[in-house]
C-alpha cells in the first residue's frame, strides 16, 4: 500500500529541510528528490484528476513573452481578482492534494517562511516537440508571486531543460527526474528549453504570503501563461 504524504513527512528531517532551504537561497532553486514530497500513489491522483480539465494552447505570457505550450488551469488570478479553481471538481481535489496540511508545512519550512502560504495559481503543463517556455520572470505575472513550486510528471522525454538566470551571465540547468520537485523564486528569469522528443508534463504553482486580488496592471497583452 502507498504511504501517505503524514508518513513521508516523517522522513523530512530538520536536517534535509534545512539543506533545501540553503539550497534555495544560494542557487534561487532547489530540486527535491522524488518520494518526499508527492508520493507515487499523489502523482496518479493528479494525473487522473487532470485528464477531466480542458486544455488551452498558450503562445504568450502575461509580460509578452513567447510560449509554446499546452496549459490546463486549475487556479487562476486574474488582474483585479483574488485567486479561484476553475470550475469542475477535478480542480478543487487537486488543489485538496497540494494544500494538505503536511505538505504546506514541508514547503513552509524550505521557503523559510514563519507563516502559511497561499497558492495563487496553478496549471498542469504539456510540452511535445517543439514546445518551449520563453524566457520570462513569474512575478509580472503576478507581483505577489515568490515561489514556483513544479512537479515533474513525465519520464521519458529529451531537452525541456529548466534554465535558471540569476544574474546577467549565470545559469543554472536543470533536469528535475519524474517525480522531483523543483522549487524556484519568482524573482529570477528563468525558461524552458524546446522539448526535441517525447512529451514534458508538470504541475505548476505559485505561492505568496497574500491571499487578496492580483495587484498587476494590465497593459496590453490579454495573452496569459
Request: hydrophobic share 35%.
Amino acid at each position: 500500500m502507498a504511504r501517505t504524504m503524514s508518513d513521508k513527512s516523517r522522513q523530512l528531517s530538520q536536517e534535509m529541510l534545512t539543506k533545501y532551504r540553503i539550497e534555495l537561497l544560494v542557487k534561487g532553486t532547489a530540486v527535491i528528490a522524488p518520494q518526499i514530497l508527492f508520493t507515487q500513489a499523489d502523482l496518479t491522483k493528479i494525473d487522473q484528476l487532470q485528464a477531466e480539465i480542458p486544455e488551452e494552447e498558450v503562445r504568450e505570457g502575461d509580460a509578452g513573452d513567447l510560449h509554446s505550450v499546452f496549459v490546463k488551469r486549475i487556479r487562476v488570478d486574474p488582474p483585479g481578482r483574488a485567486p479561484s479553481n476553475v470550475d469542475g471538481a477535478a480542480s478543487g481535489q487537486i488543489m485538496e492534494l497540494l494544500e494538505s496540511k503536511d505538505r504546506s508545512f514541508a514547503l513552509r519550512q524550505i521557503f523559510g517562511a514563519s507563516s502559511d502560504y497561499v497558492v495563487r495559481r496553478c496549471q498542469m503543463h504539456r510540452m511535445p516537440p517543439g514546445s518551449f517556455v520563453g524566457i520570462h520572470l513569474d512575478a509580472k505575472s503576478d507581483p505577489d508571486f515568490e515561489y514556483a513550486v513544479i512537479v515533474q510528471l513525465a519520464r521519458d522525454f529529451e531537452g525541456g531543460e529548466f534554465v535558471v538566470y540569476p544574474t546577467g551571465y549565470e545559469q543554472h540547468v536543470f533536469r528535475p527526474p519524474f517525480g522531483a520537485v523543483l522549487v524556484t523564486t519568482c524573482k529570477v528569469r528563468h525558461e524552458v528549453k524546446p522539448v526535441s522528443s517525447g512529451e514534458r508534463r508538470s504541475l505548476v504553482y505559485f505561492c505568496s504570503k497574500r491571499s487578496g486580488a492580483n495587484r498587476r496592471i494590465v497593459e496590453s497583452s490579454t495573452a496569459r501563461l
